[in-house]
């Protein structure tokens, strides 16, 4: 910057001389979208995301199974623009497919006494789960569990996917003795 007339003015420290400045033109902060979440449906997913003025999506390939996927964003312009939390032209966020949750089934809650037949504890059948151990004769406490076929996939509505227990409990028969006549 000079002065026009630098016979007649100067600067406020008495010179008259050219003088420089230099400044610095920050890039401008991209703040990264939010990628929501999805549940397990047995179909291939991807995150639901558009590229932008800012940036375009490298990378969204998503896929079928529960778990976390990367979709990767790029900027368009890295020269002016930069990512929050990074310097990099690309940033790399995650996409998750959740498990789809099972209800539990409910526990039969019949008295069962001894009849020296097979007898059954009702659980709700699915195509979801197994059932084992809900088919007993004698009596005595007896274990039926229920196990998720695909735990990958699905969890129960707690958010766990272990096999669930019930007692199924057989009563002794009373005995019912008469007397025989004398």
Do not use: C, M
Not at 7 to 26: C, H, R
Not at 135 to 156: C, M, P, R
């Amino acid at each position: 910057v000079a002065l026009k007339d630098s016979e007649n003015y100067a600067w406020t420290d008495g010179s008259n001389g050219s003088l420089s400045f230099s400044f610095v033109i920050n890039k401008q902060v991209v703040v990264e979208p939010t990628i929501g979440s999805t549940t397990y449906n047995g179909n291939p997913q991807t995150a639901n995301i558009a590229g932008t003025s800012l940036y375009t999506v490298k990378a969204n390939a998503g896929g079928t199974n529960a778990g976390n996927y990367n979709v990767v964003l790029s900027l368009v312009d890295s020269n002016n623009y930069k990512w929050s939390s990074t310097e990099n032209s690309d940033v790399t966020l995650t996409f998750t497919i959740n498990k789809a949750q099972v209800a539990k089934p409910v526990a039969d809650d019949r008295t069962f006494i001894y009849t020296g037949s097979e007898q059954t504890y009702n659980i709700a059948s699915s195509d979801l789960y197994t059932i084992s151990g809900n088919s007993q004769t004698y009596a005595g406490n007896h274990i039926v569990t229920v196990t998720l076929k695909d735990t990958t996939n699905y969890e129960w509505v707690d958010e766990n996917s272990d096999s669930l227990s019930y007692t199924f409990a057989i009563n002794k028969a009373q005995n019912s003795w008469t007397n025989a006549p004398t």
